[in-house]
């Protein structure tokens, strides 16, 4: 069956960061460069065709993209400046956008404004919330003492208005739980979606049921040490991701799941494994997020001189998160009440609106479809 | 009584060329013991100052009269030996070569087998050289007028060069008018400038030029005579005789394009909206792209290499089309800048000065590039469904991809291969061309000469030698103008000697030797009812002297006597048990 060529994909593509994509004339410099080639020699080649050619179908049944940790080796050396890694960059874009069965991801990639307005939308509801329900009480003021414990630091779970400790911390675990239910279920059902465009779709696969799980190690392993990331000739980048993404893991386990051990009364000391986890996930994601913001502004490598709008947008709200966290440390143990409530209050309006738009739908989706597409190009393999 | 013989034989090293497989001191031992060699040396360059000066010395010391040189090809050095003999006063036809480089060291690997072949075609050549005869190299005058065959792009720019030097130019056009294929395009590939306003003020100067005498409409029907000497007659609107007289002829002929109807997977004349190119170029022509049905097509598929490199067609590129299929998309681009364009090729070939820019530029103009394969992916055209959204369907396995895809498609435009002309072979015929196997007139040399041809005196110039774009076609006619002129400015040419001589008495009038001659230097004689060779137009290629039932044919420089000779000279070397 022959499959429709369609020059229109171009301008949807357009929106994605993609000028022109005809420079490329096939000459598999690219394919010699990249580590991950593989044994029918076709990446990333292959994936650029389909793009010039506007074979839809055949992009959306393709995990090649995700494969790609964009080195820039291929871009590096490609003799027509046609920019390989870029287009693979713009197309997990683009899936990102076609996995999602909600629009809003092909809203926020395609118009700046919709995500801003999404972004503030979220923020004021928090913030409205937040004062209404969890106000700061007003002993803060008159009776400061009140709120300061036996180290001298902050009572944070005091500092709410007709609210108990324990059960502003319930709160905010319920909350927690809440917002992490919403967005894995948005995620899930994108993956749902990419798993029927690449596995179930193909007619030139038939996986036996047994390889689904005895596969399924892949989908673990690559998620923990994104071990493919490694095998990039430049291994700094996966090392430093790599950072990022634990602390990352360690924060989101200390706040959603162990937050009654994390946001207690007490300030432990510095040696405490509380704070020491604490420390070193924001070690971590500091660490990754200022080396790749410094790369960007420097634009000296091919990786790093394409920065699409939802790149920034990602390192300033994740950036922000960071810093509202760690000043809201800092007050707490300095023993400025109001100073903390206010800064815990920014925290979180950064912190909500930047895990509801990046997770599902955005840039930070990543996290979920890279594993996965290990995991179902493994099962590609399967031929009929 | 014939006089005495004094050979000289000299062999050649050709630095280690030679020297390294063949013992040339061996070979020129054994020469030394024939009879009649005088002497026999060896030297390291024979064709160096020194080299030839050692044989001037010896033709003037040991009053030599005849000299074998082994060393390379006679195509390379034969001239320069001859004209050593020249210098020392000796008949420069008193001289062979024997070829002991690209025959014998450059192929062979035993020392000891190559110098026993060396020896043998040395010893050949000397038994050879005995039966030389001097003969005397001749000239013609020149008659200082030109007669053009065609008046395309290459016709005219010859014209002109020539009108302008101040020399008469007859330019035949067998059309009604000028302009040849460069009338029927619009823009010219790669700057996009019109061809119509490129031609038309060039058809006007050749026109207006007072030493030009254009003949639209005509033929030229009989060409006679050879080299400063020709004659033609031509029939203008089908009849009234004219007869004119020149020196030199340049045929301009140009090309034309391949039925597309033979292409068969395309369809053309069975689907509507399937043009060739050059009907998308009448269109552009006219200022309006648009189906037969006036409408305006979205989808424009244009496919290359139609008749072109592929052995069901033709095996040869075409050359121009490439070029012109981008030049296409652009004029699309700009005509409908809404449409879909597709460029469905076999290979992008975009040689020539801003060519590969051209190529660049197109690419980013929103242009699908989709590959085929010529042996096994040939796309394939049909009518498409009405649900299909579009009014064809072009299907094809896309090599760079390897996917089978179809193309939605409006309006099919078809890169029409070339070929040449049908009266190619005829017009060869008159003037003396041969046709390299695809209607194209082969030129002398395919490096060193490609505008004269095997016929002195006539010279090929434009598509009509190979398909070429306008300014290789105007390169080569002005390069063809240089020689003409430059013949016309000495006013005689040196013709060939070794030519074939009938013995009157023998010969019987069989007319055999006529028929076979390719360059139709025998006439025939029906007073006498004999032969007679033309020695201008005759090449002494030697095919009527043996074909000849009589023997009465003899070819100078080839005779019977100086052949067997040679032969039993190679012959009578025998191999050591």
Redesign the interface.
């Known amino acids: 069956?022959?499959?429709?060529?369609d020059?229109?994909l171009?301008k949807d593509l357009k929106k994605f960061g993609i000028e022109?994509w005809?420079?490329c004339?096939?000459c598999g410099v690219c394919t010699a460069m990249c580590t991950h080639t593989d044994k029918d020699v076709t990446f990333p080649r292959?994936t650029i065709?389909?793009l010039?050619?506007?074979?839809k179908d055949?992009l959306i049944s393709n995990v090649d993209p995700w494969l790609c940790y964009y080195c820039g080796s291929c871009s590096d050396q490609c003799p027509r400046n046609a920019n390989p890694g870029e287009r693979m960059m713009v197309l997990r874009r683009y899936l990102t956008t076609v996995y999602d069965w909600t629009g809003l991801s092909k809203k926020f990639y395609t118009s700046k404004t919709w995500e801003f307005f999404f972004l503030m939308f979220i923020a004021v509801m928090v913030a409205t919330a937040f004062l209404i329900f969890l106000p700061l009480s007003g002993e803060v003021f008159t009776n400061p003492e009140l709120f300061i414990n036996a180290q001298g630091g902050v009572k944070l779970n005091h500092l709410i208005d007709g609210v108990a400790p324990d059960q502003f911390v319930r709160i905010i675990e319920i909350f927690d739980w809440s917002m992490a239910a919403v967005v894995a279920g948005l995620l899930i059902s994108n993956i749902v979606r990419m798993f029927y465009f690449v596995v179930l779709r193909d007619k030139t696969i038939k996986v036996p049921f047994y390889a689904y799980f005895t596969e399924l190690w892949h989908l673990v392993w690559h998620f923990a040490t994104q071990a493919r990331f490694s095998k990039c000739e430049d291994r700094n980048y996966w090392l430093g991701h790599w950072l990022l993404m634990s602390g990352y893991t360690i924060m989101f386990i200390m706040i959603v799941v162990a937050l009654p051990q994390f946001q207690i009364e007490e300030i432990k000391e510095w040696y405490h494994w509380q704070r020491l986890l604490g420390y070193y996930a924001t070690f971590g994601i500091l660490f990754f997020l200022i080396y790749v913001t410094i790369k960007r502004i420097n634009r000296e490598d091919v990786k790093s001189k394409y920065t699409h709008s939802s790149d920034w947008l990602f390192i300033i709200m994740l950036g922000l998160t960071v810093l509202t966290g760690i000043l809201t440390h800092v007050f707490r143990i300095y023993g400025w009440p109001a100073t903390t409530y206010v800064m815990y209050l920014l925290h979180l309006i950064v912190l909500i609106p930047m895990i509801l738009v990046e997770v599902p739908f955005s840039k930070w989706s990543h996290l979920a479809y890279r594993p996965f597409a290990v995991y179902f190009d493994q099962l590609k393999q399967y031929k009929v | 009584m014939r006089e005495e013989i004094r050979i000289g034989v000299y062999i050649c090293w050709c630095g280690n060329n030679i020297a390294k497989m063949v013992d040339v001191e061996a070979v020129s031992k054994e020469m030394q013991k024939l009879p009649d060699v005088v002497i026999s040396r060896t030297y390291k360059y024979m064709c160096s100052d020194p080299g030839q000066d050692l044989i001037i010395t010896d033709i003037k010391e040991q009053r030599l009269n005849r000299v074998v040189v082994a060393a390379c090809s006679p195509r390379i050095h034969e001239s320069t030996f001859r004209k050593t003999l020249s210098s020392a006063g000796l008949n420069p036809y008193l001289f062979q070569m024997a070829n002991i480089r690209e025959q014998v060291s450059w192929v062979h690997s035993s020392r000891e087998e190559a110098t026993l072949k060396a020896v043998s075609l040395v010893q050949g050549a000397v038994e050879r050289v005995k039966w030389h005869e001097p003969l005397e190299k001749r000239t013609v005058e020149v008659n200082p007028a030109t007669l053009i065959i065609g008046g395309g792009i290459s016709g005219i720019s010859a014209a002109l060069e020539i009108a302008d030097a101040g020399k008469q130019v007859y330019l035949v056009e067998k059309q009604e008018n000028m302009g040849g294929k460069v009338a029927c395009i619009d823009l010219t590939y790669p700057h996009l400038y019109s061809g119509q306003q490129l031609i038309h003020s060039k058809i006007d100067q050749t026109r207006s030029h007072s030493n030009i005498d254009v003949f639209q409409n005509s033929e030229v029907k009989k060409i006679s005579g050879y080299i400063g000497n020709f004659e033609a007659e031509v029939a203008r609107n089908g009849q009234e005789d004219i007869e004119l007289i020149f020196g030199n002829i340049i045929v301009a002929t140009g090309l034309k394009t391949i039925d597309a109807a033979k292409v068969e997977n395309y369809q053309y004349g069975k689907l509507t909206d399937v043009f060739t190119s050059f009907e998308l170029e009448e269109m552009f022509l006219k200022g309006k792209v648009a189906k037969k049905d006036g409408g305006i097509p979205k989808n424009v598929v244009i496919i290359h290499c139609v008749g072109s490199r592929n052995t069901n067609y033709h095996e040869y590129c075409s050359r121009t089309c490439c070029m012109t299929a981008l030049k296409y998309a652009n004029q699309l681009r700009s005509a409908l800048p809404d449409s879909?364009i597709?460029q469905v090729y076999s290979d992008?070939r975009a040689i020539g000065k801003a060519c590969e820019e051209l190529y660049t530029s197109t690419?980013?103009r929103?242009?699908?590039?989709?590959s085929f394969d010529q042996q096994d992916g040939m796309p394939q055209l049909r009518k498409a469904d009405p649900e299909d959204d579009c009014e064809m369907l072009v299907?094809m396995d896309?090599k760079?991809?390897?996917?089978?895809?179809?193309?939605?498609a409006d309006m099919v435009v078809l890169m029409v291969g070339m070929e040449g002309h049908d009266e190619a072979r005829e017009l060869g015929r008159m003037t003396g061309l041969s046709l390299c196997g695809n209607e194209f007139y082969i030129e002398k040399h395919p490096k060193l000469d490609p505008v004269a041809t095997t016929t002195d005196g006539v010279y090929v110039v434009g598509s009509c030698q190979s398909p070429k774009d306008i300014p290789d076609s105007i390169s080569q006619a002005k390069a063809a103008v240089a020689r003409i002129l430059a013949t016309i400015n000495v006013g005689s040419v040196e013709v060939e000697v070794t030519t074939a001589v009938v013995n009157e008495e023998a010969c019987c009038g069989c007319q055999t030797c006529v028929k076979v001659c390719p360059y139709t230097a025998i006439s025939f004689d029906e007073e006498k009812k004999i032969s007679v060779v033309n020695e201008i137009l005759c090449k002494g290629c030697g095919t009527c002297g043996s074909t000849c039932p009589n023997g009465a044919i003899r070819s100078r420089h080839f005779t019977d006597k100086q052949i067997l000779s040679q032969i039993e000279g190679l012959m009578s070397i025998h191999k050591p048990e």
């Open positions: 069956m022959a499959t429709r060529v020059p229109e171009k022109e005809n420079e004339y096939h292959k065709r389909f010039q050619m506007g074979l055949r | 879909n597709y992008m690419a980013g929103d242009v699908m590039f989709l299907e896309e760079l991809s390897g996917e089978t895809i179809e193309i939605p």
